[in-house]
């Protein structure tokens, strides 16, 4: 089945660095992958996604990028604030033919430091 | 609120003892899921249904475990004779199907077995 990693485990930034969060998945019938925002004691909340179809998509200082061929896609962060502090999680689905099934990253923690 | 609810917020139980957790989704979707979380882990995938029928199960869910969705509504998760290793978040989560992948996850019932 799909195997999702993800690294850095964390991640410490000078608030308005940049940061970037990486993840690999392992099946290449893996078409959707989303990212989630999870703050402490809160549910996870979606942020950004990308399909196979698209190589970029920006979200004002969000961003993923997905390459296809290395089977890796990146969630990068631009002009961090301390309220970007958080767990990241990726995802990969396979879509409708397959289930839909979800299969997430450990995460990553981000420490935005003012 | 118009999010996905999960009762209860909190669950302390005795080993052997069983437990059951109710989630209501968004009430427009008809997808809904079922993830466990523990720290420092992403959501792992349990169930998920698509309306009442139950279309996909993880082989993570032992015998112990059965999940419901009666009328395609809200959806029960039980476990029987809990053990130590049960202790986590679950995490229900809901999203429209055709195309409508976006997850949105409730709050989770935290549980934790004595």
């Known amino acids: 089945g799909e195997n999702v990693e993800q690294h850095p485990s964390t991640l410490s930034v000078q608030e308005g660095d940049s940061a970037v969060i990486k993840c690999t998945y392992s099946?290449?019938?893996?078409?959707?992958f989303p990212w989630y925002k999870q703050e402490l004691g809160k549910r996870p909340q979606l942020i950004i996604d990308i399909r196979s179809n698209v190589g970029e998509k920006k979200d004002q200082r969000i961003a993923v990028t997905l390459n296809k061929t290395a089977k890796h896609f990146s969630l990068h962060i631009t002009e961090t604030q301390p309220e970007d502090s958080a767990v990241y999680f990726c995802?990969?689905?396979?879509?409708?033919?397959?289930?839909?099934?979800?299969?997430f990253g450990p995460g990553t923690r981000l420490s935005v430091l003012p | 609120d118009t999010g996905v609810s999960q009762d209860p917020r909190h669950k302390i139980t005795k080993r052997g003892q069983n437990v059951t957790f109710r989630c209501d989704p968004i009430s427009e979707h008809n997808r809904l899921y079922w993830y466990r979380q523990t720290l420092g882990q992403g959501p792992e995938f349990l169930t998920y249904f698509q309306n009442e029928a139950q279309l996909e199960k993880s082989r993570l869910l032992s015998d112990r475990f059965s999940a419901e969705r009666p009328k395609g509504s809200f959806s029960t998760l039980e476990i029987q004779r809990t053990e130590q290793g049960d202790s986590a978040m679950y995490l229900c989560?809901?999203?429209?199907?055709?195309?409508?992948?976006?997850?949105?996850f409730g709050s989770g019932t935290q549980l934790s077995v004595l």
């Open positions: 995802a990969a689905s396979k879509g409708e033919n397959y289930g839909q099934n979800f299969v």
């Open positions: 099946d290449s019938a893996s078409n959707y």
């Open positions: 989560a809901s999203s429209l199907a055709l195309g409508g992948e976006k997850l949105f």
